[in-house]
């Protein structure tokens, strides 16, 4: 985007806010559409990538486990949400106060994160001794454990057959007021004192203890908050998805959402959702090359996986020439929708001006 038009709030608020907010109040009205659960799988995934980029691009740390607190936070909202008469069923062995407890989803989306907080807790004290590769390791392996848990109690999360019945619960309105609550407290929590220490830590962790940062205090409290976060957004995909189990929730699941913090750019919080559009809608456009396409006459034969392979090509290609992602160090996303400046722009004559001279620049460049 021209430099002068970037800087235009005026065109902030077209392009990032009501352009994005009308395309979501048009796919509510359609709930069921094909469409609509792919924005509401975006919606969803911005949440995990963003809570995943607090951890892997503020703090310096690499965790490779966000799948296993989304696992926690979507079967503790489940077991929370569903109906005593299928809790009965499905798992016998809940305390009885448990079988007959059955709370509002938000409330349960909110316990199911805090029980992924309490975990990456006790998990961090252990996991923030090691570095680099050897703690990616490590919240890998809480993976493994997670799942073994979920798969092996029986009468509790009903075992490999997983939970069904989930009452579908995220929709449009949910997941996208979720998301921007989500990062706004991140957001909030990257731009604090508290953010400026985590960067600190990344880039000079020496430096940042000579400064009277507690590193270890740092990285568990960083670790916690992205594990809510985490929590909630497995909450949301339990409840859309209706019927989970743990292959839900295993390797596949973290590698995803390290990939869409890859693409977007991990190093800000606006890349989680360029990351998100472009790993939900662009497999999409590529699904019609599998089944084999008709052009000039010509038929291509039909190749399983081809969307993966060409998503695969394109990331190595990132990782080689744009390491920052798509998006880059910008978070222009953010600070378009969380700056008052961007909704009292309609009010001043000034941005008028400011729009009038960037698209007559824009004309001249073209004509040049």
Known sequence: MNAKLRDCSLIRLLLFVIVPVAFLAVCATKPKSYVTGIVITIGIYIVLCASLNLINGFSGMFSMGHAAFMAIGAYISALLTLSSNVKENMCPGLPDWLI????????ALIIGGIMAMLVSVLVAF??????GHYLSVV???LIVVVRAVIDNQDTITNGSRGLNGIPVKSNILSVYIVAVITLFILYRIVHSEYGRGLIAMRDDPVAAQTLGINLKRKKISCFAISAFFAGIGGGLWAHYLTAISGANFYFTKSFDIVEISIIGGMFTLSGSILGAVFFTVVPEFLAPLESGLKIAGFQFPSMFGLSNIIMAVFLILLIIFRRQGLIGNSEIILDSWFSKDTYLAPFRKSEYQKLGAAVK??????KA
């Open 100 to 107: 007959h407890t059955q709370i509002p989803f938000g409330f």
């Open 126 to 131: 252990p996991v923030v001794r090691t570095k």
């Open 139 to 141: 919240t890998l392996a």
């Open 361 to 366: 620049n824009l004309f001249h460049r073209k």
